[in-house]
């Protein structure tokens, strides 16, 4: 199975073929470009419900959704050619393909590609593109060749792709990271300070529903790091991770914490099993071929420059909404609306969350805004149809709470139509603090110069997809 | 580190080519690098520069790295328009080839491999042979994918210079992304080559697990990708397999982790230990979980995918419902797919749960999002019997919202429950007519109208009802036409009273009279001639029983579910169709047969096996002395002219000119050609129409006591086809061609005869016996050909199975009664005994004994099949009419139902 796409098109919003790189020479970028316009001035009609579909009910099958709705899937077929897109600021990254290509590397590099314009353009943006052509055609013809994705670290792009003119006097070579095992770091980095910032950052996702059942809880966690390091240091990070420990013969007493999905970024991946024993085996294959790896367990890897994301991963065990808002609404007679929520934080007090953010959906006709907090301030922000309630800082245990009223038009349309159903939804930081307990223990930089490396570590969990439907 | 190149979109007032041609050739570096990106910003805009070619590549040779990548960017959009002139980039190309600098060297082959223009090809494969062998891995990757664009352009140039063989070498390569491109550039090559280019074995197996590990997240998705169309040998080697694989689950790059889930899962065919295969659905559980965290693009990929994964195997996430339940920014296309698998999901144990989600979305706004969750309402109803009354319930919840959409969309989906649960849930009706005068649209209409017609009798007013749909029956869409015709009758011959009786006579003088639809205008006359003939019979047929509907949420075919599900994260899964469905690039159109089938097979075509032919002087070997005899006395049976005797003695003269004009034909085959005899027509196994113009006809047949291939090949297509080879897949009786195919050159409208010798026992295939021989055919010009030829058994009758009367007694006994089949061939006949002895004995059955018995011949025969396996035949008939019944004993059974065809095949 093999599959690869013809060509990569940066279009503009309205569709129209900025720059685009042909890897294949069987696809037009003038078909292209007739397409997607059309896609998205949502012209194209949906696939084949012509109005004579002669249903024989007698005979009746389930005939569900034969018709695609009119949305815009990241797939589309379109007379032989399969586009694939996403959106950035005013900006397409489409490709076309002719073949069965793996659809998920395609959109993920795509994202990548992204994510390597904003680090050689800052932004990306139709101006950044144009401003830049020249970097953007070096970059599509390394990044992709002959529709296969290539590189797409921007460190590593960067060292033989310059901008600037003068620098590229200089011959380039392809920087040894390129094919080297290590490809994320070149070798002679210097830091006069060499020093780790180690964040562990922890999103919350909640859903609760009309009835105040928490549907969904789960945490997903980033382990981020900045290095300073010179040379071609080894990191050593120990976690208090129950499955790590007792994959190290520790026992888990205590703090040691389950977690659900773990996902670690190349580096780590590669540099486990090289030089250690990669602790994904551990994870994966803990019941059965424990005996097999004697030898150092911990996660050992070499970080690449700069900043990056170590480890992800996923717990979904359910958590007490750190956060708690209850909204009461209240229409008396047809013109006036009067909300009451109530926030509480269930967390304990020591910690105490700040820039708390709190979004409550009103009608979108509602005017005169009367509002009173016992905390924070509250306004009604009618471009987002909702009532923004923000606390600098709220303690754990604390419960605040805001009272506003709005005015409603007399009149209202004969058939109306059904209200956008918002849910709640809030914001927040708590530092010092993560829901899953989760603790490095410790993290040990070893370079062969032997110099001394500051670990700095930080927590902080965060909302994340916080949202609780309005009862 | 932004640039300020828009500066070169700014155009000049007057003539803009000549001035910039003047800067191309300007003497200062700046200016003339300034030039370039002016030539290449004015390209980028869609302007034509292609007349700048020649003072474009005059900057080609240049130190500047950014210049030159430049130029080469020029030249890969206008070679094609310049094809001439793209020869002067040659010599540079080339020279850049061996530049010392590596990123150099790759950049000329990556760009000569882009130029799709022949006469740059033929010099590509210099630099490509160095490049492939480079000391810098970076240009060696390059190269790898290289030979693919090469193979694109030109497959035969990367055939003869070897360069398949080359690429396999990197397999081995020690670095990591070279293998992975190596192998992306085989298994694309292999796509679009019928012959086995990229054969994984287990070594190649291991080498790239190992090489897995250390590659790039791109370089493990064309590992994994390409990987997971091999099968393993046995459950132990899958599990080991697996093991390897497991840990890229890890991998944060989701590609990498779809890949690894699809061959886990290809593996998972072949484990039988169920302790291990519940362990892997345990472990792919949270990745599939996390997949749902990434970009929404993503989501969609992976949505799509588990979809079809939880069709085959729903444990994996029957725990995990509630992480499919919509988010409120989720995009629509998302929200879409998770209420398709919330259904697939949904289980008496979670049905609360999901049906308060499904309420929720209903009061959403997004339009088409409402209809899918109030279907998917429905359609949990009809999934899930016990839980069929809470749906109910929320749909007439939803119906009192009155919100137009939901409304019809509810009353579409309650028809559908009506129909899985006759009989159960009438009592609604009333509270579904109260919505009548909101529904506008024609599905909701038609879907109303359907239930007041099934349900006529018990609603005191359906005639009401009825009719005030009725007023607007021409202005119906077609599909509410259909059912208020319907309707109508069935509520007429529920009700036959006045009222109904008036309205159908309406009815259908609007459907016959007023209407240009076929449809409805034969079913308005099939309902007035039954209605006027035998009432009875029109309640019998309009009022009969329906088949109970059934839910179809896991509704893919298992065969297509098992294709697509090793199509895993590429378009195929998205669409959930075959690649073939959509992939515009394949060279080959046909339905290829699975590879595995085709393993062992020799190409004849190379095969040192000794060679068969047919002209005397080169019959040395004892096999080709039995062809060489063969070829001497042609065709017992012939009927036409054999080619061989029409240029010596020219036939005399033939009224039919087109019979003279094919012995013309004939006579224009060069003498030194293999004599092949001709015969009564060949069955034609490949059309000219499937062949591309080639046509094949072809049978087994038996002479002298060997089993030759009878094949005619003709050329129908405007080229020559040359270099024809043939194999035969594994088949019952493991027939295999003895001999190379003798076929010369075919000119276009030539034809070609030949008798293949052909061995048995070769290539056995398993399994019961059966008739099916899949032959392959294939030359120079064309790709393979594929098709199913039916073996006869009588063509493996040998001369020595007659029997003595005794003998052929003494076997009966011995054989038990278990043995003795029996079938009745209806369409045989038999003329006259002795005719029929007579052919019979022609093909080696032969005759022992007959006797009379109530007017019926009975016929004992014998024969001797593969491996000497005795048939002892009876025929029991009337002369002259048609049917024979055929009884067999023998002591191998299962050749039964192959003895019976040939029998019948006979007889005709």
Excluded at chain 2, 863 to 878: D, V
């Amino acid at each position: 199975m093999a599959g690869a796409v013809s060509a990569l098109f940066l279009l503009d919003i309205k569709g129209r073929v900025l720059v685009w790189r042909d890897y294949r020479g069987d696809v037009s970028a003038v078909q292209a470009e007739r397409f997607f316009t059309k896609l998205i001035e949502k012209e194209v009609t949906s696939l084949g419900v012509g109005e004579e579909i002669f249903v024989e009910m007698q005979n009746l099958t389930l005939n569900w959704w034969q018709v695609d709705p009119d949305s815009h899937d990241p797939v589309v077929y379109d007379n032989g050619v399969t586009y694939m897109f996403i959106q950035h600021n005013n900006v397409f990254l489409m490709t076309a393909a002719r073949q069965n290509c793996n659809a998920a590397s395609i959109l993920l590099f795509l994202h990548r590609v992204i994510d390597v314009f904003k680090h050689y353009f800052e932004e990306l943006e139709e101006e950044s593109l144009r401003d830049n052509f020249v970097v953007v055609y070096e970059l599509l013809d390394e990044m992709m060749d002959f529709g296969y994705p290539q590189y797409t670290e921007a460190k590593i792009l960067s060292e033989f792709i310059k901008t600037d003119a003068y620098r590229m006097e200089v011959t380039q070579r392809p920087p040894m990271a390129v094919t080297n095992a290590v490809s994320w770091r070149s070798e002679g980095i210097k830091y006069k300070k060499n020093e780790v910032f180690l964040d562990v950052v922890e999103s919350v996702n909640i859903l609760v529903n009309s009835n105040g059942q928490i549907i969904r809880s789960d945490v997903v966690g980033a382990l981020k790091m900045r290095t300073y390091l010179s040379g071609m240091p080894e990191c050593k990070l120990g976690l208090n991770d129950r499955v790590l420990l007792e994959a190290q013969g520790r026992s888990a007493k205590g703090k040691a914490i389950d977690l659900d999905d773990i996902k670690f970024h190349q580096y780590v991946i590669l540099a486990g099993i090289k030089f250690y024993l990669c602790p994904l085996f551990v994870y994966l294959s803990l019941c059965v071929r424990l005996a097999r790896f004697e030898n150092d367990r911990t996660i050992s890897f070499i970080p690449p420059d700069g900043s990056f994301d170590l480890m992800t991963y996923r717990l979904s065990t359910q958590v007490k909404p750190l956060i708690w808002v209850e909204a009461q609404v209240e229409r008396h007679s047809r013109s006036r609306i009067e909300l009451m929520v109530k926030a509480r934080s269930q967390f304990k007090e020591r910690s105490t969350a700040t820039n708390v953010e709190i979004e409550i959906p009103v009608p979108s006709d509602a005017t005169n805004p009367n509002v009173r907090t016992s905390m924070g301030s509250a306004a009604y922000a009618p471009e987002k149809d909702a009532l923004v309630w923000k606390i600098k800082s709220f303690p754990g245990g604390k419960e605040y709470m805001v009272r506003a009223e709005f005015s409603l038009p007399s009149i209202t349309a004969e058939e109306s139509t059904p209200e956008k159903k918002a849910p709640i939804r809030v914001k927040f930081e708590i530092p010092y603090f993560t829901v899953s307990g989760i603790q490095v223990r410790y993290l040990k930089i070893i370079e062969k110069s032997g110099y001394q490396a500051l670990p700095w570590v930080r927590y902080i969990t965060m909302a994340g997809e916080y949202e609780l439907r309005l009862m | 580190m932004s640039g300020h190149d828009s500066k070169y979109f700014s155009t000049t007032k007057k003539g803009e080519i000549p001035e910039l041609k003047e800067e191309l050739n300007s003497q200062y570096k700046d200016k003339k690098k300034d030039a370039v990106k002016k030539v290449i910003a004015a390209m980028t805009v869609g302007k034509d520069v292609s007349s700048l070619f020649t003072d474009v590549v005059n900057c080609m040779q240049t130190e500047n790295l950014e210049l030159k990548k430049l130029v080469y960017l020029y030249l890969i959009n206008y070679a094609k328009s310049n094809p001439d002139l793209a020869i002067l980039a040659v010599n540079t190309f080339v020279k850049d080839s061996q530049d010392p600098n590596p990123l150099i060297r790759a950049l000329a082959v990556r760009t000569m491999g882009c130029i799709r223009v022949d006469k740059i090809t033929e010099y590509l494969c210099d630099p490509l042979q160095r490049c492939l062998k480079d000391d810098d891995p970076y240009v060696r990757k390059t190269a790898a994918i290289c030979v693919a664009k090469l193979y694109d352009i030109n497959a035969e140039l990367v055939e003869d210079r070897g360069f398949l063989d080359t690429l396999k070498d990197l397999i081995s390569d020690n670095n990591p992304m070279v293998v992975a491109n190596a192998v992306a550039a085989l298994a694309e090559i292999q796509e679009t080559s019928a012959r086995p280019i990229f054969e994984i074995t287990s070594q190649t197996l291991s080498k790239l697990l190992t090489a897995l590990n250390e590659c790039t997240e791109w370089g493990q998705v064309f590992i994994l990708d390409a990987l997971s169309t091999y099968k393993a040998a046995d459950a132990l080697e899958a599990e080991n397999i697996v093991e390897r694989v497991t840990p890229r689950l890890q991998h944060a790059n989701c590609a990498v982790v779809l890949s690894a889930v699809k061959m886990i899962l290809q593996q998972m065919e072949l484990i039988t230990s169920t302790d291990v295969v519940r362990n892997l659905c345990k472990k792919m559980a949270p990745p599939l979980v996390t997949l749902l965290s990434a970009e929404p693009e993503l989501q969609y990929v992976a949505l799509r995918n588990i979809s079809l994964i939880v069709q085959k195997r729903p444990t994996i996430l029957a725990h995990e419902i509630k992480v499919f339940f919509c988010k409120y920014n989720d995009p629509i296309y998302v929200k879409m797919e998770k209420l398709e698998i919330m259904i697939k999901l949904a289980s008496d144990r979670n049905i609360d749960q999901v049906l308060l989600e499904f309420k929720e979305y209903a009061t959403e706004v997004d339009v088409d999002f409402v209809r899918k969750a109030v279907r998917a309402i429905g359609r949990c109803a009809i999934k899930l019997e016990r839980a069929a009354e809470r749906c109910i319930s929320v749909l007439l919840e939803l119906i009192k919202v009155k919100v137009n959409y939901v409304v019809q969309e509810a009353i579409i989906v309650i028809k559908d429950i009506f129909r899985r649960y006759p009989n159960t849930y009438e009592s609604i009706i009333a509270t579904l007519c109260e919505s009548l005068d909101t529904l506008d649209e024609p599905e909701a209409k038609a879907s109303m109208i359907w239930i007041i017609g099934e349900y006529a009798e018990r609603i005191d007013n359906a005639d009401e009802l009825l009719e005030s749909f009725l007023e607007s029956f021409p202005e119906e869409q077609a599909m509410v036409q259909l059912q208020l015709l319907t309707a109508t009758v069935k509520l007429f011959l529920k009700k036959p009273t006045e009222g109904p009786q008036q309205m159908i006579q309406v009815v259908l003088n609007n459907a016959t009279m007023e209407t240009d639809n076929p449809d409805l205008r034969d079913r308005a006359y099939i309902y007035w001639r039954l209605l006027s003939t035998d009432p009875e019979a029109a309640k019998d047929v309009v009022l009969a029983e329906k088949p109970v509907i059934s839910d179809d949420s896991n509704s893919l075919e298992p065969s297509l579910l098992d294709e697509l599900l090793g199509n895993i994260a590429t378009l195929s899964s998205v669409y959930h169709k075959l690649p073939e469905a959509f992939v515009s690039r394949a060279k080959l159109t046909f339905a290829r047969p699975d590879d595995e089938e085709y393993p062992a097979a020799v190409e004849t075509g190379n095969s040192e096996s000794p060679s068969y032919e047919v002209d005397g002087a080169a019959a040395t070997s004892s096999q080709s002395f039995t062809s060489h005899e063969t070829a001497r006395q042609p065709v017992p049976v012939a009927a036409a002219p054999t080619p061989s005797s029409a240029p010596a003695s020219p036939p005399a003269p033939v009224p039919d000119l087109l019979g003279d004009l094919l012995g013309l034909d004939n006579a224009l085959v060069p003498v030194d050609q293999p004599i092949a005899p001709s015969g009564p027509p060949l069955p034609v196994l490949l059309p000219s129409t499937t062949g591309q113009g080639l046509q094949i006809s072809a049978q087994l047949v038996r002479r002298d006591g060997q089993v030759f291939y009878n094949l005619l090949l003709e050329n129908n297509s405007q080229v020559v086809l040359d270099g024809f080879m043939i194999q035969f897949n594994k088949n019952t009786f493991g027939l295999a061609a003895a001999g190379p195919l003798q076929i010369p050159p075919l000119l276009p409208q030539d034809s070609a005869r030949t008798l293949l010798p052909m061995v048995m026992f070769q290539n056995l295939s398993t399994g019961p016996p059966n008739t099916l021989l899949q032959v392959a055919v294939k030359n120079n010009q064309q790709p393979v050909w594929y098709f199913n030829d039916k073996i006869s058994l009588h063509v493996f009758f040998s001369e020595d199975g007659r029997m003595e009367r005794a003998n052929f007694l003494e076997t009966w006994k011995s054989l038990p009664d278990s043995n003795e089949v029996a079938k009745d061939l209806s369409s045989a006949i038999i003329h006259s005994i002795d005719s029929t002895v007579e052919n019979f004995a022609a093909t080696n059955v032969f005759f022992v004994a007959k006797r009379r018995n109530a007017n019926k011949d009975i016929l004992y025969m014998s024969a001797k099949g593969p491996r000497g396996i005795p048939f002892l035949i009876e025929l029991t008939a009337s002369v002259g009419a048609p049917g024979v019944k055929c009884a067999v004993k023998t002591p191998s059974l299962e050749m039964a139902p192959l003895l019976f065809d040939a029998m019948e095949a006979l007889l005709k």
